[in-house]
T-cell receptor, first 114, second 114 residues
């Protein structure tokens, strides 16, 4: 069984400030972890993924995430927020033995203030 | 390379009707999965198909069904529509051989049930 908890359904930051979106996971087998972004009226787009290689993963648009097994966390960060980062972000876990079935968190809506 | 294509993008139905949604995966992708997205329940897994076989199924009633064709295109059907079926239905494909679990999403079909 696997699950994902995203702490904070809404996060608001000022433009240029640090973005930190929190994700904790639970998985009975070694997980693959993902962050997706969704803009209004669109599907989800992959930001980055962890697949048991480097624990610090760099993604698109300046985002990165660090896999911490001891904390079962995979938090998403970006040093400097841009207005275009405003969107909904989803953390997802997928067991590497159960292809196709990803479990998503409830999502975090990021607002960027000018 | 063309992305995941879902049709129709928007549709309105009335209670009791049925609906069929279509999904064309990225060329070469053999796994297609479907998700329902609603404000209250978030992203919920419906089912996943691989090589015309349903490989995983979520916790939805039998009114929700799907199939996959030999060209990997997939359809999902919802019969006897209820108001609660109003949602964004997302299709995602993945490259099975890579086994990284990354999903490529379409833009979704937004269903409104009146």
């Amino acid at each position: 069984a696997q699950s994902v908890t995203q702490l904070g359904s809404h996060v608001s930051v000022s433009e240029g400030a640090l973005v930190l979106l929190r994700c904790n996971y639970s998985s009975s087998v070694p997980p693959y972890l993902f962050w997706y972004v969704q803009y209004p009226n669109q599907g989800l787009q992959l930001l980055l993924k962890y697949t048991s290689a480097a624990t610090l993963v760099k993604g698109i648009n300046g985002f990165e995430a660090e896999f911490k097994k001891s904390e079962t966390s995979f938090h998403l960060t970006k040093p400097s927020a841009h207005m275009s980062d405003a969107a909904e972000y989803f953390c997802a876990v997928r067991a590497n033995t159960n292809a196709g079935k990803s479990t998503f968190g409830d999502g975090t809506t990021l607002t960027v203030k000018p | 390379k063309a992305g995941v294509t879902q049709t129709p993008r928007y549709l309105i139905k009335t209670r009791g009707q049925q609906v069929t949604l279509s999904c064309s995966p990225i060329s070469g992708h053999r796994s297609v999965s479907w998700y329902q997205q609603t404000p209250g329940q978030g992203l919920q897994f419906l089912f996943e198909y691989f090589s015309e076989t349903q490989r995983n199924k979520g916790n939805f009633p039998g009114r929700f069904s799907g199939r996959q064709f030999s060209n990997s295109r997939s359809e999902m059907n919802v019969s006897t529509l209820e108001l609660g079926d109003s949602a964004l239905y997302l299709c995602a494909s993945s490259l099975e051989q890579a086994n990284t679990g990354e999903l490529f999403f379409g833009e979704g079909s937004r269903l409104t049930v009146l």
